[in-house]
Antibody, heavy 114, light 107 residues
Framework: QVQLVQSGSELGKPGASVKISCKASGYTFIDYSITWVRQAPGQGLEWMGRINTNTGTPTYARDFAGHFVFSLDTSVSTAYLQINSLKTDDTAVYYC???????WGQGTLVTVSS | DIQMTQSPSSLSASVGDRVTITCRASQGISNDLAWFQQKPGKAPKSLIHAASSLQSGVPSNFAGRGSGTHFTLTISNLQPEDFATYYCQQYHSYPITFGQGTRLEIK
């Protein structure tokens, strides 16, 4: 069965970086892009962007370009989200999903606090 | 960017009721619309794609309709497990965008 398993909660200080992983199983990884979605506390879903797992080409939503980096390791069917220069506004749950968002990871809570 | 507006933002209903949630797009998106269900502390779950096609395993009391700019999600014979927050999403063009969500609560 299709599964996306994300890494555990992260606590980061302002200005630092964190990297979240999303390991896929149950399907051919390079056949489907991976989407990243953010959900701030008590808020709705924000589509951050998507990475083509076949070509490695990322597409970022405007509000998420520059500060967030999508990457892959296809040898282990894993996608990564790196958040650089952490800000308190980055505190949220981050989800990966198999595009077109038919299967989702369980979410990773990132807390930014000094 | 295409704006997705859901209404109502919240509603209360009882087990056995029928409810309808509306989603409007700021421009035409054909039928490139999905619906998701999210329960507290859980990841969203895909319910419907292409405006009206149920994902495998989704109960038949869920129904999606619409095309262009106006879409609806109707849940008939509400069950206790249906009380959740629902989001629409357009995937007609980048950036993909979600509605703000509709919280369905037990009356």
């Amino acid at each position: 069965q299709v599964q996306l398993v994300q890494s555990g909660s992260e606590l980061g200080k302002p200005g630092a970086s964190v990297k979240i992983s999303c390991k896929a199983s149950g399907y051919t990884f390079i056949d489907y892009s991976i989407t990243w979605v953010r959900q701030a506390p008590g808020q709705g879903l924000e589509w951050m962007g998507r990475i083509n797992t076949n070509t490695g080409t990322p597409t970022y939503a405007r509000d998420f370009a520059g500060h967030f980096v999508f990457s892959l390791d296809t040898s282990v069917s894993t996608a990564y989200l790196q958040i650089n220069s952490l800000k308190t506004d980055d505190t949220a749950v981050y989800y990966c999903a198999r595009a077109p968002e038919d299967y989702w990871g369980q979410g990773t809570l990132v807390t930014v606090s000094s | 960017d295409i704006q997705m507006t859901q209404s109502p933002s919240s509603l209360s209903a009882s087990v056995g009721d029928r409810v309808t949630i509306t989603c409007r797009a700021s421009q035409g998106i054909s039928n490139d619309l999905a619906w998701f269900q999210q329960k507290p502390g859980k990841a969203p779950k895909s319910l419907i794609h292409a405006a009206s096609s149920l994902q495998s395993g989704v109960p038949s009391n869920f129904a999606g309709r619409g095309s262009g700019t106006h879409f609806t999600l109707t849940i008939s014979n509400l069950q206790p497990e249906d009380f959740a927050t629902y989001y629409c999403q357009q995937y007609h063009s980048y950036p993909i965008t979600f509605g703000q969500g509709t919280r369905l609560e037990i009356k």
